[in-house]
């Protein structure tokens, strides 16, 4: 018998019917862990599931690639759901992938801590960048939903604490998938117009996929970027998204933010009475002290004698006078019996006086003579004595 001969196309096609024809191939969880995972610029990914004995070729078209709630990383432990076929042009089987979810926990839970680590890397949960709440604001814009019960309860709350603030609605829906891209947006507008002082964003409690919204990157970046401060109020006490970590303030709930965002008018008021006692109490304290100073003032004795301020001060200007005319005296005659002891030591020094005595001085030409040397024999001399002088003529000069 003559055997027949197939094309390699045919062979790969005839093994593509017969898994195509297998009902457990067609749509059957496989778990394992990525590996060489890409995405090609089509948009479809491209991955090997993996365990301890063998591989499995896979890959997700971009339609089903664009559901993903989470990022498929190299190593990561999935669940994978598709049905395995054959590519007619190589004849390698692979599974053709519908749906990938995270072994052990749900997609959006590791979503959301992938975009936690990197919004934390990226600096945006960071205590430096929060901005202080007015103390006092004039206008509260609210982003949320128009017809959920959060806005009326904020609402409720803020016109029973302060209702001297206005509130400004910017209503966006809070979940499905145009939420992010409106709330993000009213988040740019309100900053832009500068709609309030103060922006709350939030919704009330649900599941993770209602409140999924604000674990969205867009509002995470819009929030941070916002120069008006930034209440995030989401959910219940329990709830934690995105939003939280990156606004200038997180609320439990809704209510909670109203109560954040503004002073109690009834704990001013009592504040503004306490403050209006103090200065009461300080003004009768000053007007004490100032009475007291009055009277004091009132009994000294220039008050009550008029002409008595100026005896006194005539009595203090005579003392002043005498004293000034003692010490004026005392240091004349101290200065005169200084002088005449210095005149008298000046006279005991004075060479007249010497010459008073009987003595004599000789000088010629070159000044006083101290030795006979100085002169010789025939030479002029003047002898100065205490009464005139004399002319001389040196006859003889002796050692």
């Not at 995972?37 to 479809?44: C, D, N, R």
């Not at 590791?110 to 004039?138: C, I, M, S, T, W």
């Not at 009592?270 to 004091?296: F, H, M, N, P, V």
């Not at 009464?387 to 040196?394: A, M, Q, R, S, W």
Request: aromatic share 6%; charged share 25%.
């Amino acid at each position: 018998m003559d055997q027949p001969i197939y094309q390699v196309s045919q062979v790969n096609e005839y093994v593509k019917a017969l898994l195509d024809g297998e009902p457990l191939l067609q749509d059957l969880l496989v778990r394992g862990e990525l590996s060489n995972y890409k995405v090609y610029p089509s948009g479809h990914h491209y991955f090997t599931l993996k365990d301890r004995e063998g591989a499995l070729r896979c890959v997700m078209f971009r339609s089903q690639a664009q559901r993903l709630r989470f990022k498929p990383e190299n190593g990561m432990k999935v669940i994978a759901r598709g049905r395995v076929s054959v590519f007619p042009r190589d004849g390698a089987y692979q599974l053709y992938c519908s749906g990938l979810s995270p072994d052990g926990v749900g997609d959006l839970a590791v979503a959301f801590e992938q975009l936690k680590a990197k919004l934390f890397e990226e600096g945006l949960f960071d205590e430096n960048h929060k901005k202080p709440l007015p103390r006092y604001p004039r206008t509260i814009a609210i982003v949320t939903s128009s017809a959920g019960a959060a806005v009326h309860d904020m609402i409720r709350i803020l016109r029973r604490r302060y209702p001297a603030a206005k509130v400004a609605l910017l209503p966006v829906r809070v979940q499905g998938a145009e939420a992010p891209a409106e709330i993000a947006g009213a988040i740019r507008y309100a900053n832009r117009y500068r709609v309030g002082d103060l922006i709350i964003t939030g919704r009330g409690g649900g599941s993770m996929e209602d409140l999924w919204a604000f674990n969205d990157e867009r509002v995470a970046r819009a929030i941070y970027e916002s120069d008006l401060p930034v209440i995030s109020a989401v959910g219940h006490e329990p709830d934690v998204t995105i939003a939280d970590f990156v606004a200038d303030a997180r609320a439990s709930t809704p209510s909670n933010a109203a109560e954040i965002a503004v002073p109690d008018q009834m704990e001013l008021l009592r504040w503004l009475r306490g403050a209006g006692e103090r200065i009461a109490q300080a003004e009768e304290s000053k007007l004490r002290l100032c009475r007291r100073q009055l009277e004091t003032i009132a009994d000294k004795r220039v008050m009550k004698d008029q002409l008595a301020y100026v005896q006194d001060r005539r009595m203090l200007l005579t003392h002043l006078h005498q004293r000034l005319g003692d010490l004026s005296s005392r240091s004349m005659g101290a200065k005169r019996q200084t002088y005449l002891a210095l005149a008298a030591s000046l006279d005991a020094m004075s060479p007249l006086k010497v010459l008073s005595r009987g003595y004599a001085v000789a000088r010629n030409d070159g000044g006083i003579i101290k030795s006979y040397r100085d002169a010789p024999t025939g030479s002029r001399i003047e002898v100065a004595l205490g009464e005139g002088t004399l002319d001389c003529t040196v006859e003889k000069g002796r050692p």
